[in-house]
């Protein structure tokens, strides 16, 4: 199983980007995709979740109003768009699969499948 996390970079505060996340190797029933993110020296810390079936979403609650996350079914892809972006939101980003219907949770334990991470840096 790979996932290929893309859509990082440099933006100013106040702007915009969009992360995507594709799944490839096999072909997945009941998941949920997720993002989460690391900024240096902190924990790793839950960003959004999507679950397949329905597309029930999930924020942490500093990007409520801000981040929100999306699903492509055919394209095994999860996307994260995100606005209004701040300088705390710099970290690096992982996208996440978790095969286990809602035996998952926000401090990433159910999530059997992790991505490379991309970088995302917003300069004040």
């Known amino acids: 199983v790979q996932l290929q996390a893309s859509g990082g970079g440099l933006v100013q505060a106040g702007g915009s980007l969009r992360l995507s996340c594709a799944a490839s190797?096999?072909?997945?029933?009941?998941?949920?995709m997720s993002w989460f993110r690391q900024a240096p020296g902190k924990e790793r810390e839950f960003v959004a979740a999507i679950t397949w079936s329905r597309g029930n979403a999930y924020y942490e609650d500093s990007v409520k109003g801000r981040f929100t996350i999306s699903r492509d079914n055919a394209r095994n892809t999860v996307y994260l768009q995100m606005n209004s972006l701040k300088p705390e939101d710099t970290a690096v980003y992982y996208c996440?699969?978790?095969?286990?219907?809602?035996?998952?949770?926000?401090?990433?334990?159910?999530?059997?499948?992790w991505g490379q991470g991309t970088q995302v840096t917003v300069s004040s």
């Open positions: 996440a699969v978790s095969e286990r219907g809602t035996r998952w949770d926000t401090d990433g334990s159910g999530f059997d499948y």
């Open positions: 190797g096999r072909t997945f029933s009941r998941y949920t």
